[in-house]
């Protein structure tokens, strides 16, 4: 883990780099978001999050400290036989907190990766901005979506 947030943090400022050891970190929660969710034209599929430890403090105090990492990985859900499992991956999003170099979002950075480029971040600014924007619907808890289950 800390070399995957070693590489994060070497990135030119304002830059997300992908987390390529995310799968090791704390897993948060999946949910598999069907065609009737509104939100399946673009998120539909299997999610599962991830936290790096500091994140997960965060999770539970409410709390994210700079250097916290979320990690939200979208795979395509398959169904065989009554069985959903994990097809392909169709996007990892990252958000970053760092209150300095993003000021504007409380804190926190956002990025996209597609597909299994693990490369090139995909999010314009106003893509970012588009990710802030729905996350300030948060700020009661710090930004994030994602809660402990009891």
């Given at each position: 883990?800390?070399?995957?947030?070693?590489?994060?943090?070497?990135?030119?400022?304002?830059?997300?780099?992908?987390?390529?050891?995310?799968?090791?970190?704390?897993?948060?929660?999946?949910?598999?978001?069907?065609?009737?969710?509104?939100?399946?034209?673009?998120?539909?599929?299997?999610?599962h999050v991830?936290?790096?430890?500091?994140?997960?403090?965060?999770?539970?105090?409410?709390?994210?400290?700079?250097?916290?990492?979320?990690?939200?990985?979208?795979?395509?859900?398959?169904?065989?036989?009554?069985?959903?499992?994990?097809?392909?991956?169709?996007?990892?999003?990252?958000?970053?907190?760092?209150?300095s170099?993003?000021?504007?979002?409380?804190?926190?950075?956002?990025?996209?990766?597609?597909?299994?480029d693990?490369?090139?971040?995909?999010?314009?600014?106003?893509?970012?901005?588009?990710?802030?924007?729905?996350?300030?619907?948060?700020?009661?808890?710090?930004?994030?979506?994602?809660?402990?289950?009891?």
């Amino acid at each position: 883990m800390a070399a995957s947030c070693f590489y994060l943090w070497a990135s030119p400022p304002g830059v997300i780099s992908y987390p390529s050891q995310f799968r090791s970190w704390t897993h948060v929660k999946t949910q598999l978001i069907g065609a009737q969710s509104p939100f399946f034209a673009g998120s539909g599929g299997i999610h599962h999050v991830y936290a790096n430890d500091k994140a997960l403090e965060g999770l539970k105090t409410g709390h994210y400290s700079d250097g916290s990492i979320l990690v939200f990985d979208l795979v395509e859900g398959r169904e065989q036989a009554g069985v959903t499992v994990e097809g392909a991956r169709i996007r990892v999003d990252v958000m970053l907190k760092n209150a300095s170099q993003f000021p504007g979002s409380g804190g926190w950075g956002f990025e996209r990766f597609m597909g299994s480029d693990l490369t090139k971040g995909t999010l314009d600014e106003n893509g970012r901005q588009g990710c802030a924007g729905c996350h300030r619907n948060r700020s009661d808890r710090g930004f994030v979506f994602s809660e402990l289950r009891p």
